[in-house]
């Protein structure tokens, strides 16, 4: 941002309830002379809020996803339909991230707007590539399936590894390649020790450049509990890649089933392993959603679309 010639300020919040960091707001909006401001997630909004008060500036609030398991909370149900009533613009990244500010902060849906997440396309390096495949003893027989993604409880990584075992032991060649890192790193070790995956599973650990590792994949997996707008997903999609994923939050609105990739039900073993064995015993079927993840990508996902429709809030 800041070799773009767009200053960036930072401010090391306080646990609880930080008054101190409404006051660097306000004097932030002030002094750079700042007509809207735009928070992302509902903390920030709620400070935004608070900042921006009398001060005659606007103010725009972007949802972009929700804990797991959601819940309801008393001080929501009273305030935030006040701070609706005066914020300029509401925004969620997908419906069924909507229909959670309209069930759990007690938002009006009429209105909030949805504006789906956006993205540069990648670009991959076949040479890259080609050396990472050597690099991870890839060989070219071998189907990879994999996620990016942080090694979390949301993410539902077990099933992967489930479906990964069950797919070996009716003789299918395929690699698990998991790329990212978290808390549950070393549970997911163990349950593939467990499950005598061996060398068919690859931990990577958190990686800088993911793009290279995202292209060696020939099925994308997102087994999540639940999902906003997953950038990852998006990502596989600019690359042509099909999709194994879970009927959860936002995905189905991004994922179409059986035209850009698969759709099974959450936590489902059988569901998922049968839709990857669907796909890995067509490869006509794998080019041809693949195909049209890459156009629904170009059409709807780009980060052009959504910096157009966010220009439009911001010129209203």
């Known amino acids: 941002m800041t070799g773009e010639g767009i200053p960036l300020h930072r401010y090391a919040r306080q646990p609880g309830f930080d008054r101190g960091l409404i006051m660097w707001l306000r004097k932030l909006v002030k002094t750079r002379n ?38 309801h909370r008393t001080k929501a149900r009273w305030i935030n339909p006040f701070f609706a009533r005066t914020t300029d613009h509401l925004i969620a990244i997908s419906s069924a991230t909507r229909e959670a500010l309209v069930e759990f902060e007690y938002l009006p849906r009429h209105r909030i707007d949805i504006i789906y997440n956006g993205i540069a396309p990648l670009a991959v390096s076949l040479e890259r590539q080609q050396r990472l495949r050597q690099q991870l003893g890839i060989a070219p027989e071998d189907t990879i399936l994999g996620t990016v993604a942080r090694l979390d409880g949301v993410k539902n990584q077990p099933l992967m590894l489930k479906a990964t075992r069950r797919l070996l032991d009716v003789g299918h060649q395929v690699r698990l390649l998991l790329v990212g890192d978290g808390p549950e790193r070393a549970a997911l070790e163990a349950e593939a020790a467990s499950l005598q995956l061996g060398n068919a599973v690859l931990f990577t650990g958190f990686q800088t450049e993911p793009a290279d590792y995202l292209s060696l994949m020939d099925l994308f997996l997102l ?7 997953s950038m990852t997903l998006l990502e596989a999609m600019s690359l042509g890649i099909p999709t194994v994923a879970t009927r959860v939050g936002g995905t189905p609105e ?20 049968h839709a990857i064995e669907t796909l890995l015993a067509d490869a006509a079927l794998r080019k041809t959603l693949g195909a049209a993840a890459s156009a629904t990508f170009a059409e709807r996902f780009s980060a052009s679309t959504m910096a157009e429709q966010y220009a439009a809030r911001y010129r209203n």
């Open 223 to 229: 087994p999540s509990f639940t999902e906003g707008t």
């Open 34 to 71: 700042i007509d809207i401001v735009h928070a992302h997630q509902y903390s920030p909004y709620s400070y935004a809020w608070f900042a921006h008060w009398a001060l005659g500036v606007k103010l725009v609030f972007t949802e972009h996803g929700r804990f797991h398991p959601d819940r």
């Open 254 to 273: 991004i994922v179409d089933d059986n035209v850009t990739g698969l759709l099974v039900d959450s936590d489902d073993l059988t569901g998922f392993t």
